[in-house]
């Protein structure tokens, strides 16, 4: 019987290493590329994908700001704030991140109250150029973000005629001006994404290609009205 069980002892050894039971298995790193079989997709999930197929650049959104979506044990990801918000260790414009949301904005900023977040879905042109910290409440509710910094009107009207063409059928962008990015320069974010690019670089097909893959991806909140 002894040679049996010392026979039989390599195949458990091995049996119990493929279920991780015993003291040198690891846990799965929280931040490890999950698999995203479709909507909907879980926030923490989303933060956390840094495929690289998908379009765009992976902003470490969590890393960053020290907390997944709702984490109520410690940082939050998406924290409401009053006042300004430094978004420069993500680069801009933002993908995400803490935000305004004393309430949501009007249809015009002049209409707006302080602090306001989120900003209705639609085109915006000067003087609405919205203040970053609004517009990424937006994302947070499944949007997409387009933003601009050219003096081409040829490119904005191309723009506007797609995104007018989108917000027909079925809302969650927002376009608007962003003088705070370098100049002649077009900018497609949402939640963790970011997807930047020269104005001599720009196509109807790029642009399209991020909202069809990225909108309603976030929106942890499921608002009503939102379009997800």
Same mark, same amino acid.
């Given at each position: 019987m002894r040679w049996v069980l010392i026979a039989l002892l390599p195949a458990a050894l091995l049996l119990a290493a493929c279920l991780g039971?015993?003291?040198?298995?690891?846990? #799965?790193? $929280?931040?490890a590329t999950p698999r995203l079989s479709g909507p909907p997709y879980v926030p923490?999930? +989303?933060e956390a994908d840094d495929d690289p197929s998908l379009p765009g650049e992976y902003i470490d959104l969590p890393q960053i700001y020290g907390g997944y979506y709702g984490n109520q044990n410690g940082p939050n990801t998406a924290a409401h704030r009053?006042?300004?918000?430094?978004y420069s260790a993500q680069g801009l414009p933002p993908a995400g991140g803490p935000h305004w949301g004393s309430g949501a904005c009007g249809a015009h900023?002049?209409?707006?109250?302080?602090?306001?977040? #989120?900003? $209705?879905?639609?085109?915006?042109?000067?003087?609405?150029?919205?203040?970053?910290?609004?517009? +990424?409440?937006?994302?947070?509710?499944?949007?997409?973000?387009?933003?601009?910094?050219?003096?081409?009107?040829q490119i904005v009207s191309e723009l506007e005629d797609?995104?007018?063409d989108r917000l027909d059928r079925d809302q969650l962008l927002v376009m608007t001006p962003y003088p705070d990015m370098e100049e002649e320069t077009i900018a497609v974010t949402a939640w963790g994404r970011r997807e930047k690019f020269p104005v001599s670089e720009y196509s109807k097909?790029?642009?399209?290609?991020?909202?069809?893959?990225?909108?309603c991806r976030f929106n942890p909140e499921t608002m009503p009205g939102a379009g997800c």
């Open positions: 039971i015993g003291g040198g298995a690891k846990p #799965p790193s $929280p931040t923490r999930e +989303v009053l006042g300004p918000i430094d900023l002049a209409e707006s109250a302080p602090f306001c977040g #989120p900003v $209705p879905w639609g085109i915006y042109r000067p003087p609405d150029n919205w203040d970053a910290e609004a517009v +990424v409440h937006s994302m947070e509710h499944g949007g997409v973000a387009i933003w601009y910094n050219t003096t081409n009107q797609d995104i007018a097909e790029r642009v399209d290609e991020f909202i069809d893959v990225f909108k």
